[in-house]
């Protein structure tokens, strides 16, 4: 399959996407009927989401901002002023292994403080009454199982677990700190995080299960990403084109995105649970 990250691709200006913001009503002419509030907005999702056979959910790093994860290309994305992007690579492994596991320890110390947020625990909610729903994460920190979502297709591997260079076997390790440089248990190789970095292709299996979903979704659901890295950020797009109807949670939405119909312009957090009342 070899889909690459990294490509800088956004997902395009268009007509007919609205924005709603959280602040208060305002008008906005947008392609969903009546919809000038955020409430309005609300109500016409959650009647969507009502009748929905399938629906496709994608998160990025905003889903947990609430829950105190940095986000990647936020004024907290830094590291050592190191950019998560310059150490998020294998030739960054390759030329100083100690230095990104270094990073990658900080930031399991980090998530291994931070609890599921109310946005979290409301896909999960929306899971049990959805039996056809795919949440499909771009997150590597674990909180959507941990809010009690059942099998979340997570497209950038998971920070606790680990993956031998030498024998390539895969286990979870939750130490913190981790010795380093980290040391498999069968073959003594030297062990790397599982995460998919930038340059490097996504897992065959999760790539259908995600491209599937959002193909096949009515409702789709785009939350807390910037949709600058492929291929996740073309998922709203085919859902859309196939004819799905497209949300998307974020406080920047634009709301002007080809694959959006509706921009909720508020935090995961505080729209989500308003998505899938209890
Ligand atoms: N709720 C919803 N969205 C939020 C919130 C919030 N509380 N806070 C911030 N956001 C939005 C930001 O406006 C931004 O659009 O979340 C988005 C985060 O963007 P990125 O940091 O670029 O994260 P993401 O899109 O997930 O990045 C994709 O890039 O570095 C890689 O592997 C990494 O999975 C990551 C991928």
């Given at each position: 399959m070899g889909a690459g990250r990294g490509g800088q691709h956004g997902t395009g200006a268009a007509q007919g996407g609205q924005t709603v913001g959280a602040r208060g009503p305002q008008k906005d002419e947008g392609s969903?009927?009546?919809?000038?509030t955020l409430e309005d907005a609300i109500a016409k999702v959650r009647e969507r989401l009502a009748r929905a056979g399938h629906v496709a959910v994608l998160t990025g790093a905003g889903m947990s901002a609430e829950s105190g994860v940095p986000t990647f290309r936020g004024e907290d994305g830094l590291w050592r002023n190191h950019r998560a992007e310059d150490l998020a690579t294998p030739e960054a492994f390759a030329r100083d292994p100690k230095l990104v596991w270094e990073w990658y320890d900080w930031r399991r110390g980090l998530i291994a403080g931070c609890v599921p947020n109310p946005g979290h625990k409301a896909l999960a909610g929306l899971e049990e009454r959805e039996p056809g729903l795919t949440l499909v994460t771009q997150?590597?920190?674990?909180l959507h199982a941990l809010a009690?979502?059942?099998?979340?297709?997570e497209m950038h591997g998971n920070i606790w677990k680990v993956r031998c260079t030498g024998c390539q076997r895969v286990s979870e390790d939750r130490r913190?700190?981790?010795?380093?440089?980290p040391h498999c248990g069968v073959c003594g190789g030297v062990l790397r995080p599982h995460i998919v970095w930038f340059g490097e292709a996504l897992d065959p299996g999760i790539l259908e299960r995600a491209f599937g979903a959002f193909e096949y979704a009515d409702v789709a659901l785009i939350v807390g990403?910037?949709?600058?890295?492929q291929p996740a950020a073309s998922l709203a797009g085919i859902a859309r084109r196939a004819g799905a109807f497209v949300v998307e949670v974020n406080?920047?939405?634009?709301?002007?995105?080809?694959?959006?119909?509706?921009?909720?312009?508020?935090?995961a957090g505080e729209v989500l649970p308003r998505l899938v009342p209890d």
């Open positions: 969903v009927p009546g919809a000038d997150n590597v920190d674990g009690g979502s059942r099998d979340p297709v913190v700190p981790i010795p380093i440089l990403t910037s949709g600058v890295v406080p920047d939405a634009a709301g002007d995105a080809a694959a959006v119909d509706v921009a909720l312009a508020g935090k």
